[in-house]
């Protein structure tokens, strides 16, 4: 079922039978949440005159992503980028997408992707694993630093001439922050008694998604810029993409 690979020069995991590919995650200890230095540095921002319009909403949703806390996240694998509409055919074979402009596009789901979800093989990382996921060892608004993330950082599909010239982070993942990707926790605001071993919060309600910024592209100068950020967590609304975690394969 799995094939170990190297895509783009990085050692990675093959699905056989659907060809998404997987990235192994290594365990490690890290500070989930927007801190106070990451809520400055979007102040800095607003300062310089990034800022295309006022950010008081983003600053009163900080608090949605605290207290930082340290948590402790095991070994797993979860997809290069976010499935395609092709790869999605390979369970769904009827599948139909009206968002996504090619096949090799993100295939984006309305009502949640129960369908998707009741016959894919994987599971949905929690947030804490996605959090981990695209901070890959940093402590920055992304991955690439404290600076404004630009448009040139948005991913719409992922060819083959795309994903070679796409940069990714620590973790050899793509895209992270760009489309709107759904967890498997339940939307509670702020991480206040939250568990510190990377398990989804459960119950009933809506999902919490991460990411976002290639939903709302070509940005309106609204500071879509924001979904980027590795904290950024919302309250599932209209559709999202599904990034799937696995477990690592058992050695032989």
Known sequence: MW??????????????????????????????????????????????????????????????????????????????????????????????????DADSGTARFEDGADELLEVLPFRLPSEAEWEYAARAGTATLTFRGDGKPGEDQVLHDFGDEKLTTAAENAFGLAAMGSAAELCADVWIPGFKGAPADARPRVGDGPRVVRGGAADVHPWQGCDEWTLLLSAARYEYGEFAAIRPVAALPSAG
């Open 3 to 100: 094939n170990k690979t190297l895509i783009a020069g990085r050692p990675a995991w093959a699905h056989v039978p659907s060809g998404v590919i997987f990235r192994e995650v290594p365990g490690g200890t890290f500070r989930m949440g927007m801190s106070e230095a990451e809520v400055e540095a979007v102040r800095a921002i607003e300062r310089a005159g990034g800022a295309e319009d006022d950010l008081d909403p983003f600053f009163e949703w900080t608090a949605d992503a605290q207290p930082v806390r340290e948590v402790r996240v095991e070994p797993f694998l979860i997809a290069r980028h976010p499935l395609t509409v092709e790869q999605v055919r390979h369970w769904l074979p009827d599948y139909q997408d009206d968002y996504a």
